[in-house]
């Protein structure tokens, strides 16, 4: 037997799996700072709910990540201050980060995180990181398509020229 064979919980992390995982907790970390932001500004019922049930399993995530990498000895990234609740009213209007522009900004963290999860599925040679990644992809399919419902139906997509039938 090698030393890559048997419960891959006993397998050595390469350095590329290493630096993924750190990586994209530094990420989550990030966004999920962000997205307590988000809370305090969405105005609408819908997205709002969606930002906190995002949230929560950015919170899943991170805490599956953060166990991986300190059963294999990595030194965390930083975490940001959690921030603080803030009642919508409260924001000035000129300072408060409209709807649609928290959905554009959701909509490209989730294909971030979705490119991010299937770069780390590839690169891993161990089989309980590329499932663990496997599944917090899935996690964030999910939410892109719930996403693209919302937007699409408040009217906010920001679509591409659309390709019709070509002329005859």
Known sequence: MGILSGNPKDEPMHYGEVYGLWAFLLILKGLYSMYQIYVNHAGDTDLRKFVEDILKSIHEHSEQVTEVLKENGVGLPPSPPDQPKVALESIPAGARIIDPQIAANLTADVAGC??????????????????????VHISFAQYG????????AKGWLVAPPLHRNPPR
């Open 145 to 152: 398509i719930r996403l693209l419902r919302i937007v699409k």
């Open 114 to 135: 979705l490119v991010a999860c299937s770069q780390i599925m590839g690169s891993s040679i161990r089989e309980d990181i590329a499932v663990m990644f496997g599944k």
